[in-house]
């Protein structure tokens, strides 16, 4: 098990972001849901939870393999991951789960706090005792792999019309107001013998490298979901789920049975 603390600090408060998560999700899914891979959502449904109250849950299949290194391909030739979600904004649970490598998990929560990434407490209930390594990730300088770069959507460049937020420079986040942080403590299990190291290394880096992306392009897209609504967040959300399930569908559809078939054998 590798156990790491992400810290992703935004020009947003708290109030915004919720809007701006749900917005970017669906637009990086349907964006990276090309050649039958990427994100097919199975179930997404109100949800009530008898201690966090009402929230959403969401169910989807991601399509790694294109992203898998050469090594990884040849050990697993196709498959996919089961993400699971359960969004109690500000507080988040996600995990994924891959039926093919039953000793494999990523188990992620997420809280989200007005400040600067300062609370150094914020995960004392679920993981006060637990050496971890704290990670600080920011969105203007941190760099990002190269074939994922648009200027458009890098912060140092990027100005929004409507908020007149962006240009962030190096320190930004000593002085920028307003500023938020997503707390994301991410706990990687690949409890293979010979393996386990390097898989969990492997999979914080892919992690680290969704988390600044992802947080980057929710500020880049801030003019396009700003003066949006819930209501108006949960249609775009449902639109943008039944055209990315069309893309990547049309090429799985008979590969899922083959997969979970050759899960069951294997087990």
């Given at each position: 098990m590798l156990l790491k603390e992400y810290r992703i600090c935004m020009p947003l408060t708290v109030a915004e972001y919720k809007i701006g998560?749900?917005?970017?999700?669906?637009?990086?899914?349907?964006?990276?849901?090309?050649?039958?891979?990427?994100?097919?959502?199975?179930?997404?449904?109100?949800?009530?939870?008898?201690?966090?109250?009402?929230?959403?849950?969401?169910?989807?299949?991601?399509?790694l393999?294109?992203?898998?290194?050469?090594?990884?391909?040849?050990?697993?030739?196709?498959?996919?991951?089961?993400?699971?979600?359960?969004?109690?904004?500000?507080?988040?649970?996600?995990?994924?789960?891959?039926?093919?490598?039953?000793?494999?998990?990523?188990h992620i929560e997420t809280k989200y706090?007005?400040?600067?990434?300062?609370?150094?407490?914020?995960?004392?209930?679920?993981?006060?005792d637990l050496e971890r390594e704290v990670c600080f990730i920011d969105i203007a300088c941190d760099e990002i792999p190269e074939r994922y770069y648009k200027e458009s959507e890098d912060p140092k460049h990027f100005k929004s019309e409507k908020t007149g937020r962006g240009q962030l420079r190096e320190g930004w986040r000593d002085s920028h107001q307003p500023i938020m942080c997503s707390y994301k403590l991410v706990t990687v299990k690949f409890e293979v013998w010979g393996l386990q190291t390097r898989v969990e290394q492997f999979v914080h880096k892919v992690v680290r490298d969704i988390l600044l992306i992802g947080h980057r392009q929710a500020f880049a897209w801030v003019d396009e979901w700003y003066?949006?609504?819930?209501?108006?967040?949960?249609?775009?959300?449902?639109?943008?789920?039944?055209?990315?399930?069309i893309k990547v569908c049309n090429q799985h559809s008979s590969t899922v049975d083959e997969i979970e078939s050759q899960a069951q054998t294997s087990t």
């Open positions: 998560q749900l917005y970017m999700i669906s637009k990086h899914s349907h964006e990276q849901s090309d050649r039958g891979e990427g994100v097919e959502v199975v179930q997404n449904e109100p949800f009530e939870d008898p201690h966090h109250g009402n929230g959403q849950f969401t169910e989807k299949r991601v399509y393999n294109s992203n898998l290194p050469s090594w990884a391909r040849a050990v697993v030739p196709r498959f996919y991951v089961t993400e699971k979600a359960w969004n109690y904004y500000p507080y988040t649970i996600t995990e994924y789960t891959c039926s093919f490598l039953p000793k494999f998990s990523i706090e007005d400040n600067k990434g300062s609370n150094n407490s914020i995960f004392d209930n679920e993981a006060k003066d949006m609504t819930m209501d108006d967040v949960r249609e775009y959300e449902k639109n943008m789920h039944e055209q990315t399930n």
